[in-house]
């Protein structure tokens, strides 16, 4: 009955995050949330700091672990979708960095991928 439009495992392979237009527990037209590989629970919206009333999209976990990149409609976007930057520290994710120009452009820039 959902769209999952795009998704991202973690380094260690535990966790799935991925972007749905769900609407139980959805903030916006697209949400992202995790879930745990093992099965034994829901999937969870990641909440107003990551999600905004707008669209998200192209979820993206850096090898590192804790860095994630997203694109976003909402929060501090110079124009359509732009890709930010969420930092998970002390248990929760940090206020999403938009990366600027010239990777964010006035349209839209949603799937973003780095190395290592």
Same mark, same amino acid.
């Given at each position: 009955? +959902? ?22 527990? /959805?903030? /916006? +037209? ?8 093992? /099965?034994?629970?829901?999937?969870? !919206?990641?909440? +107003?700091?990551? $999600?905004?009333?707008? /669209? ?6 850096? *090898?590192?672990? %804790?860095?994630?990149?997203?694109? +976003?409609?909402?929060? $501090? ?12 520290? $002390?248990? %929760?994710?940090? *206020?999403?960095? !938009?990366?600027?120009? *010239?990777? $964010? ?12």
């Amino acid at each position: 009955r +959902s769209h999952e439009s795009s998704a991202a495992y973690t380094p260690d392979g535990k966790t799935l995050y991925f972007v749905s237009d769900k609407q139980e527990g /959805g903030l /916006g +037209s697209r949400d992202i949330y995790k879930i745990e590989i093992d /099965g034994r629970g829901p999937a969870v !919206n990641l909440g +107003s700091t990551i $999600n905004t009333q707008y /669209g998200e999209e192209g979820v993206f976990l850096h *090898p590192d672990g %804790k860095t994630m990149y997203f694109s +976003s409609e909402g929060h $501090n976007s110079m124009g359509g979708y732009d890709i930010f930057k969420s930092v998970y520290q $002390n248990g %929760k994710w940090s *206020p999403p960095e !938009n990366l600027g120009w *010239p990777i $964010n452009t006035p349209d839209d820039d949603v799937f973003f991928v780095i190395s290592a």
